[in-house]
């Protein structure tokens, strides 16, 4: 079941993510009523690799984005439509140059999230 499926307000707030390494975690989509809870596991930063409008009924990168402001956490869009493109990666290269660490980024399921980085550390 999809975080965002049956109401605005999740029954559980909790985020399940899985560490890639120590500054690097993913997780599927997370919602605005969920940045309290990331914040308090010790993320500083985190990246939506999801374009907006992908699915219906889920938070814009905006929505997120104003919580995740709110809480003090720095955040960045890098919208990945199939393929990771140059443009995409290029912007989360320097993303994660600049970012506070730890970071937990995220998509519909994690694994766009999770190719940003297996490229990063390709390069």
Not at 20 to 44: C, E, H, M, R, T
Not at 64 to 87: D, F, N
Request: proline letters at 7%; a positive charge; aromatic letters at 8%.
């Amino acid at each position: 079941m999809w975080p965002f499926s049956s109401s605005t307000e999740p029954k559980d707030k909790k985020v399940n993510f899985k560490n890639l390494d120590k500054d690097y975690a993913v997780s599927g989509q997370i919602l605005p009523a969920q940045i309290p809870a990331i914040a308090a596991a010790g993320f500083k930063s985190i990246v939506c690799a999801r374009p907006d409008n992908e699915d219906h009924g889920q938070p814009s990168f905006d929505e997120v984005a104003r919580e995740a402001e709110k809480a003090g956490l720095q955040i960045v869009h890098v919208p990945v439509s199939g393929m990771v493109g140059q443009g995409a990666f290029m912007k989360f290269e320097q993303a994660m140059e600049q970012m506070p660490k730890p970071v937990l980024a995220y998509c519909r399921s994690g694994g766009r999230a999770a190719s940003l980085y297996t490229m990063l550390k390709r390069a």
